[in-house]
């Protein structure tokens, strides 16, 4: 139940407990075809709305605390770990296995094999021959004078 419907909910418990002291107070009514003491019935609402503000109470004190954890970790905790980070590995370097008694990963380099580098020079070739890309020694050797433009004619 959401704190609102919460807050609703104990008001319709109040009135309730208001309307019984007003009109049965002190009698005994029939709920659930059971005789039941209208004082036992306001006495179980009263602890329930007692409850409900103690656990209220809880909630508050805890986003209290929730509050200065999480600017304990931002403002502290945060900012000291980046620098044990970076310590750590330029102590041990990125790649030394160490690193994982920090609970680090050290930094690994995929090898690649023979035929996976020659499909990479292959595939880059054909999108440079797709692309008609060349590099600055080929585009030195191109001269010529600009292909001829013709003017528009004039608009009548």
């Known amino acids: 139940m959401s704190r609102i419907a919460s807050k609703l909910f104990m008001g319709v418990i109040q009135q309730m407990i208001a309307g019984l002291q007003k009109h049965f107070a002190g009698q005994t009514i029939m709920l659930a075809g059971k005789p039941v003491k209208v004082d036992d019935v306001i006495t179980k609402l009263n602890s329930f709305t007692t409850q409900d503000a103690a656990t209220e109470a809880a909630r508050q004190a805890w986003l209290v605390q929730a509050d ?57 070739a054909a999108t440079r021959t797709a692309r008609h890309t060349v590099g600055p020694r080929q585009k030195a050797q191109i001269h010529g004078a600009p292909a001829p433009t013709t003017p528009d004619a004039p608009k009548k």
Do not use: C, W, Y
């Open 68 to 124: 200065a954890q999480d600017a304990l970790q931002s403002t502290q905790i945060d900012p000291q770990l980046v620098l044990l980070h970076a310590f750590v590995v330029n102590q041990f370097g990125a790649t030394n296995g160490a690193l994982a008694d920090f609970g680090m990963k050290p930094r690994t380099t995929k090898q690649r094999t023979s035929a996976q580098k020659a499909e990479t020079a292959q595939k880059a």
